[in-house]
């Protein structure tokens, strides 16, 4: 009789509940919605900063373009002008802000160059601004 109660003892012992089952099962899918709304701001994320690079890249060629020019040839255009150098055609720049610095005549300019990412899935056009400094007349 002693063994039969220890036998009922040791099958009330195994296994999981169904209680426990669905406790596990609960916290596992909470773990797994963190992950995947952390995996979505990953790439919302890493979508910028590639659009960041990509601007800063072709601010670079704006930049050398407009340094070596003539201090003359450098002025300010109200309008937007698409990157020569953008095969998506997502990108587009104009320079403002141009000042003549140093002695008359000028020895130098500043100007800043502004790119606009203009990108359909986005409702806003993003900008970013740089500021440069002509050399050709140093």
Same mark, same amino acid.
């Not at 070596?68 to 953008?86: A, G, K, Q, R, V």
């Not at 130098?108 to 899935?121: A, L, M, P, R």
């Given at each position: 009789?002693?063994?039969?109660?220890?036998?009922? +003892?040791?099958? $009330? +012992?195994?296994?999981?509940?169904? &209680?426990?089952?669905?406790?596990?099962?609960? #916290?596992?899918?909470?773990?797994?919605? %963190?992950? %995947?709304?952390?995996?979505?701001? %990953? #790439?919302?994320?890493?979508?910028?900063?590639?659009?960041?690079?990509?601007?800063?890249?072709?601010?670079?060629?704006?930049? +050398? $373009?407009?340094?070596?020019?003539?201090?003359?040839?450098?002025? +300010?255009?109200?309008?937007?002008?698409?990157?020569?150098?953008?095969?998506?055609?997502?990108?587009?720049? $104009?320079?403002?802000?141009?000042?003549?610095?140093?002695?008359?005549?000028?020895?130098?300019?500043?100007?800043?160059?502004?790119? $606009?990412?203009?990108?359909?899935?986005?409702?806003?056009?993003?900008? &970013?601004?740089?500021?440069? #400094?002509?050399?050709?007349?140093?």
């Amino acid at each position: 009789m002693q063994s039969d109660n220890m036998t009922n +003892e040791k099958l $009330k +012992e195994q296994g999981f509940t169904l &209680i426990e089952i669905i406790i596990a099962m609960g #916290i596992l899918a909470f773990g797994l919605l %963190a992950m %995947a709304s952390m995996q979505v701001m %990953a #790439i919302k994320t890493n979508g910028k900063a590639n659009r960041i690079t990509e601007a800063s890249t072709f601010n670079m060629d704006i930049m +050398e $373009k407009l340094r070596t020019d003539t201090i003359s040839t450098i002025s +300010e255009f109200s309008s937007w002008s698409p990157l020569p150098n953008d095969p998506s055609g997502l990108y587009q720049y $104009k320079v403002k802000n141009v000042m003549d610095q140093g002695l008359s005549p000028a020895n130098y300019k500043t100007f800043d160059v502004e790119i $606009k990412s203009s990108n359909s899935n986005v409702l806003n056009d993003k900008t &970013i601004v740089f500021t440069g #400094i002509s050399t050709s007349g140093i």
